[in-house]
Every structure is written in C-alpha cells, then in structure tokens.
C-alpha cells in the first residue's frame, strides 16, 4: 500500500495514456489499473469487445451474501477538437489548482479515486459486502464496452452503483434515455417537368415532419428529470433540382425519461407516421433514476453534504451513462452519478479537473464503501 499512488497522482498516469475513442486503444490503460488493483488483492478480469478495447471486472470479495457495492467509470475520452490547446492534453499538468488534461474530468480523476479508495480498503481485511469495479472501454461512443459484458453476462449482481462521472462531487440521482433515430421515406423518380409521374419522397417526409412537430409522448413529466423531448436534427433527400427525389430521410433525437421504454417509444412512432416512414435506431441508451428518498440516496446525500457545504437536493445528470447497460443488468440496483470531475469541463478544449476534488472523491467513495461493506 504504501507505494501505491495517490488519486492525483494515478489522475495524471492515466491521462498520460491516449484513449482518444475512436479508435480508442484502451488495453495500455486498462492493463495499469488491473496490476495497480492486483498488487493491494482484486481479482481482476479483462473483457475486449474488440481487438484493444479493453474493459475490466475488479472484485474484492466479500464475505456475508450481501451484494457488493459496484463503482464504475470509462477510461476512453473524446477527441481533442479542432480548437488548439494551451497545455499539453496528455501531460497531466498542474497549475492553479488544477489538473488539466484530456480525460481528466471526463473521468480519469473519477476511476483513479475510487480505485484509491479500493485499494485503501482491500488493506483492511475482509469486508462483509465486496467490493465490485466495472471499467469501461467505448463508453463515449454509444456505451460499446458496458454493453458488451451485460450481454456476456460477467457482471454479476450489485447493491447500490456508483457512476463516477463528472458532477462536481454533487450526487445526481439519473440521467434520460437518448434514442436517435433515422426516419426514412421512399418514393418514385421521375423527370422533374413531369412530376405526375412520380411519388415524391421528400413530400413524404415533409408530411411526417409536420406532423412530429405535435407528437406527444403522453407521458407526464419526471419530477426531477423533466419532460421527454423530441427534435428533428438533420434532413436530407433528392439527388437534383429536375428530378422526382426517390428517397429523403431526417434524424431524431429523443430524450427519454424513466417510465418509458425505448421499444415502446418507437412503437409509438411507427404507428404516429404510418407505413410509408421507415425508422432506424442510430442510438439507443435507456435513462436510469434512483428515487431520491432511497435510503441508501440519503446516506450518499449525508456523507456528502460536509463537501458541499449544504445537503443536495434531487438533481439529475445532463448527459447519458454507462449505467443505462450496467443498472439493469446488475439487479437495477440503487444508482447515483458522482464523480470529482467538472461537468461543464467535459469535451472542452482545455480540459481539467480540480484537484481538491479528486481527494475529496477518493475520501467520500471510501466512506460509501466503508459503510455498505462494514469496514
Ligand atoms: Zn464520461
């Protein structure tokens, strides 16, 4: 234990590892965890869904039957962007009280703090409930890794979830479902100064268009999350200006609330548009929610409140996690978003983290596991 790093430290090894998604590439990293977490006696167990794209299980058993408290984060990043930055993305620099660094909010700083904390509390002896990392390969572009070992079914089942994702150390209780969507109509070409001829496809669309713009979900709102939401992204349709356009198609992006499921929501779309409007999932990510009266929600809310400087209050996360795989497939276990990196900071070009969260993170996920696992 002694020469194992501390979060700001192991923050800035792994921001040291590109695994800019895509490609991805996250086998380096992801092996620099499983011998960190190996050496203090996690089991650990590698899952590639692909060649290089390596995902991990690290287990620390526990003794009793309860089900072990699970922490679970992505060790792949976006994209640097087209902006230059002013500090190196893949140093790990200090300054001003910050670590900066592609990756570090979102969300090297999350998994080097809870596998710190794990690595405290592997010391201590057997706990009675274990403890359970699940580190995710492909999670910035559609959750590929999280999917892949719910599929596999290696999961296994958890107590309570912590999602260490961006949020400031503030506990969100879930996040909405995202589901994209390609609408596509067909039609028949023909010359544009004979258009009798023809069935124009892009009418077609128009005419689905027009009537999503009142489609209803018929659903009230979520107290904390709000409402379910619809917008027509991008549309695009004809080859040239004297043609009968055979084929137009328009994206959509539905954000989803709990209570809804995704199956159903394209049932239900299907059915608004009709038979000529053929609908295609690009993405399909489910929302999660804990409710905020959870006794195990108002623990995580009491162990946080002397960072916060006041008890939160119900808020829900802006962006989609991997907990939308994982959540279901482990039990649907209570889940809350919170991990020390900044949400505003993620995707941005100068990216950092601060560091007093990092070991605020580290302190408070052990206090969490400390009390699930009775240590
Ligand atoms: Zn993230």
């Known amino acids: ?85 002013s500090k190196d993305p893949f ?23 809870f596998v710190c904390a794990g690595a405290h509390l592997a010391g201590l002896g057997e706990p009675e409930a274990g403890i359970l990392f699940v580190i995710t390969a492909g999670e910035e572009t559609g959750c590929e890794g999280a999917d892949h070992m719910a599929k ?48 124009n496809a892009i009418y077609k669309a128009a005419h689905a268009l027009t009537k999503l713009e009142d489609f209803d979900f018929n659903i009230a709102p979520h107290g904390i999350l709000g409402r379910a939401t619809l917008n027509v992204g991008t549309i695009e349709g004809g080859l040239n200006i004297n043609s009968v356009p055979d084929r ?35 993405m399909d990510v489910e929302g999660i929610s804990t409710p905020a009266d959870h006794p195990w929600m ?15 209050e119900p808020r829900g996360a802006s962006y989609f996690t991997d907990a939308a795989y994982l959540t279901p497939a482990m039990g649907n276990a209570p889940t809350v978003i919170l991990g020390p990196g900044e949400p505003q900071m993620a995707h941005q070009t100068d990216e950092y983290c601060l560091i007093e969260r990092i070991d605020q ?11 699930w696992c009775g240590l």
């Open 298 to 312: 108002q623990e995580v809310y009491e162990i946080m409140t002397p960072y916060l400087g006041a008890r939160p």
């Open 152 to 199: 596999a079914g290696v999961l296994g089942r958890a107590g309570a979830i912590v999602v260490a994702e961006p949020s400031s150390n503030y506990p969100y209780i879930g996040h909405k479902g995202a589901l994209w969507l390609e609408v596509e109509t067909h039609g028949v070409t023909a010359h544009g100064s004979m258009p009798e001829h023809g069935e």
């Open 91 to 113: 140093a790990g620099e200090r300054a001003d009280g910050r670590l900066y660094g592609r990756g570090t909010s979102d969300m090297k700083a999350g998994v080097a703090a």
């Open 248 to 282: 137009a198609a328009f994206t959509i992006d539905i954000r989803s609330i709990p209570g809804q499921t995704h199956h159903e929501v394209i049932e239900g779309i299907g059915a608004y548009l009709g038979p000529e409007a053929r609908l295609r999932p690009i």
């Open 1 to 85: 234990m002694a020469d194992f790093p501390s979060a700001l430290e192991l923050s800035e090894a792994l921001v040291r590892f590109d695994t800019i998604n895509p490609p991805g590439d996250e086998q380096a990293c992801a092996d620099h965890l499983g011998r960190l977490l190996e050496g203090v006696g996690f089991k650990v167990a590698p899952y590639e869904f692909a060649p290089g794209r390596t995902s991990l299980i690290a287990s620390l058993p526990g003794r009793g039957d309860k089900a072990p408290i699970c922490f679970t984060g992505h060790i792949d990043t976006v994209p640097l962007g087209s902006r230059p930055w």
């Open 361 to 371: 993170a580290r302190e408070a996920f052990e206090t969490i596991a400390r009390r």
